[in-house]
């Protein structure tokens, strides 16, 4: 290799290197493959709804939630909040939620199965069915629109977090947290629906400032390379 080709490469590994740091910074899993005990998952779950260890997802266990027994306009949901004081996230941070999705039974005509991106402003520890903090109007869901069995990959719009938001029970306040959710929302109670889930993770909208400042940094090194020789 050349002393030129040398030099070259030296330069576009550094750019490269920090694109790919950048990166892993921005994807951070929560407990995304659920592969934690009861007693310390961040995750809480509505009956009929919680972690197993039969999964043919990804790893060795998923969330599975079921319709069974439930009546019209229920929901089924696993829930947790990241609290943005102590988190790497903050305020202008602009976010968005993938995960995986498979049917486990017929779906019903009109049940809902989907992820969702909300923030709250609640520090407060999350208590099953207290969602009056939460900015519902504002969220953002992926839906699963099953065809067949397979497993589906889910990406929410994403959602900038604000400073302070409007939650349910009409309070602003300044916004605490980040939720993110699982869910089937029931309308046809009387045709089972089961779904899995797993790798949920909860990422960031690389700062498009930054890598256009790095790529602008690869083409100003690559013209002065060219107009040295």
């Known amino acids: 290799m050349s002393a030129q080709y040398k030099r070259f490469f030296k330069l576009f590994t550094i750019p490269l290197l920090a694109v790919f740091t950048l990166s892993a910074q921005a994807a951070l899993l929560l407990d995304g493959g659920f592969e934690e005990t009861s007693d310390s998952s961040p995750w809480t779950f509505t009956p009929n709804a919680g972690i197993t260890s039969d999964s043919p997802i990804s790893g060795n266990q998923s969330a599975i939630l079921s319709n069974n027994g ?68 504002n969220a953002v869901s992926a839906d699963a629109l099953f065809d067949t069995n397979l497993v589906q990959t889910l990406t929410t719009s994403s959602l900038v977090i604000t400073e302070s938001i409007m939650s349910l029970n009409g309070e602003t306040a300044a916004t605490q947290g980040i939720r993110i959710a699982i869910a089937i929302a029931i309308t046809d109670g009387n045709q089972l629906t089961e779904a899995m889930f797993d790798n949920i993770m909860l990422q960031k909208v690389s700062a498009p400032s930054i890598l256009s400042l790095l790529v602008i940094a690869m083409l100003f090194t690559a013209v002065r390379k060219r107009s040295t020789v």
């Not at 039974?105 to 407060?124: K, T």
């Open 70 to 137: 439930v009546a019209q306009g229920g929901f089924i949901v696993g829930f947790q909040t990241i609290l943005l004081d102590g988190s790497d996230y903050v305020v202008g941070d602009e976010i968005f939620l993938t995960g995986l999705a498979q049917l486990l039974s017929v779906q019903g005509p009109f049940d809902r199965v989907y992820i969702e991106l909300a923030l709250r402003n609640s520090a407060e520890p999350e208590i099953l069915g207290n969602v009056g903090d939460v900015d519902f109007l």
